[in-house]
């Protein structure tokens, strides 16, 4: 059966350094069993971090891959708090994404944070599931990395639609809603809302992946 | 698959029953599936009503199980104890799956087509479409009210809870569903939630 073609997407810091080469390490061996591309955006204070991923990406034998810095302002030249600053920095990358997506043909995004460990089958079985159900979007939930017993209902294993990512930016339009605040903390949140709103349908699902790893530092 | 309709139902929904047997009778035209209803009003006179719109209705492949309890017996519990009813009645016979459909929504008639299509491509064990509370406005409904879930958690998993087994387990009946939900995740198991798959669907609040 012909498997539709997904760019893996990700985000990366160097504050997750700790977990970088496990994580490619997961990357080159899911590469081997669902063939896809895999596109890196760098948003650390500098490029230094680039040179030491394309180090590791040589040790693991990543070979289909490119990376991006996107500079950004952070911690001291920010006027808004580090929480906020992280969430700012995921959404803008994750919007580089989709624009790098969009300017190819790729069928799905999967996007996957540098710190969640999963089976080698977990793309087969995303795609599987989107197709069953021709959904927008197939959010996987996992546990938090530093609370136990919680659900982490951020985009951390997702796999996006293209028509998804044609019609919906991961930037809010601050001020579109009355109910929405000026905050990049909710941006995933408004994402799925501007989803409901349209009435797509999407899914989220938890244990069709399994087990999956969230590193804590 | 071989899906039993299992829905237990309570005279104070008689605003919505009607509509309801009537979207039943067009949805089993689509998809052949088993009808139980349990009924759990005090006394058995909301049977022969029942029974009298399944006849309205066209709906012949249906059977009424009464259930009698205390009628100072709050909703949840009474609602799970008929859940344990019809669970009961999968186990005996040789169903694949219970749709579960609370007695005030209202579906297109391809649910179960859908749902089902979704089920079988992955061996999903729950398919939760989510619709609104009826009450509350923008708030999802968390409960079974519109839900496909497979045997093999139904072998596993009641829907008696019992108290105490768990730390930090409320003595509670209520989101008795997202208990039997977090036994099914603890248990190697998984499930879906969908969100615009099926629509429209109508919570009917009168």
Same mark, same amino acid.
């Given at each position: ?217 | ?19 309801? *047997? =009537? %979207? ?9 599936? /088993?009808?139980? $209803?349990?009924?759990? +009003? ?48 999968? *186990? =005996? %016979? ?9 007695? /005030?929504?209202? $579906?297109?008639?391809? +649910? ?48 008696? *809870? =019992? ?44």
């Amino acid at each position: 059966m012909k498997k539709i073609k997904v760019l893996i997407g990700t985000p990366i810091h160097v504050s997750k350094d700790y977990s970088m080469e496990r994580w490619l390490d997961n990357v080159s061996k899911l590469q081997q069993e669902y063939p896809a591309d895999l596109l890196l955006i760098d948003n650390s204070p500098n490029t230094d971090y680039v040179e030491k991923v394309k180090g590791y990406c040589e040790k693991y034998d990543i070979k289909n891959y490119k990376i991006e810095h996107l500079d950004i302002l952070q911690d001291q030249e920010s006027s808004k708090n580090i929480d906020e600053q992280i969430h700012e920095r995921i959404t803008r990358s994750e919007e580089l994404i989709r624009k790098r997506f969009l300017a190819s043909d790729y069928e799905a995004y999967f996007f996957w944070e540098n710190d969640i460990i999963i089976p080698i089958d977990s793309l087969d079985k995303l795609v599987q599931l989107m197709e069953s159900g021709n959904f927008m979007i197939v959010i996987h939930n996992c546990w938090v990395n530093n609370i136990p017993n919680h659900i982490n209902f951020d985009f951390g294993l997702t796999l996006f639609k293209r028509e998804c990512l044609e019609k919906y930016s991961f930037i809010p339009a601050f001020g579109t809603d009355p109910d929405m605040q000026d905050s990049w903390y909710h941006a995933e949140g408004w994402f799925k809302k501007r989803l409901q709103k349209d009435k797509c349908n999407y899914t989220e699902v938890m244990g069709i992946i399994e087990p999956i790893y969230h590193l804590p530092k | 698959m071989k899906i039993l309709i299992g829905t237990p139902i309570h005279e104070s929904k008689d605003y919505a029953m009607e509509r309801w *047997l =009537e %979207n039943v009778a067009k949805l089993q035209k689509e998809y052949p599936a /088993d009808f139980l $209803i349990i009924d759990n +009003t005090p006394g058995t006179h909301y049977v022969e009503t029942l029974r009298g719109y399944c006849a309205k209705y066209g709906i012949t492949n249906f059977q009424i199980k009464h259930l009698e309890f205390d009628p100072m017996m709050e909703p949840d519990e009474r609602i799970s104890r008929s859940r344990e009813e019809i669970r009961q009645h999968i *186990l =005996e %016979n040789d169903y694949d799956a219970w749709f579960s459909w609370e007695s /005030d929504q209202i $579906i297109p008639t391809d +649910t179960l087509n859908k749902l089902s299509k979704v089920m079988e491509s992955g061996h999903y064990m729950i398919i939760h479409p989510n619709s609104w509370d009826r009450v509350l406005p923008g708030e999802p409904d968390i409960s079974f009210g519109v839900c496909l879930i497979s045997r093999e958690p139904l072998k596993k998993f009641g829907f008696l *809870l =019992e108290f105490g087994l768990e730390p930090g387990m409320r003595k509670a009946w209520n989101h008795g569903d997202v208990w039997f939900k977090k036994q099914v995740l603890k248990d190697g198991g998984n499930y879906i939630e969908v969100f615009g798959l099926i629509k429209p669907i109508y919570h009917l609040n009168k």
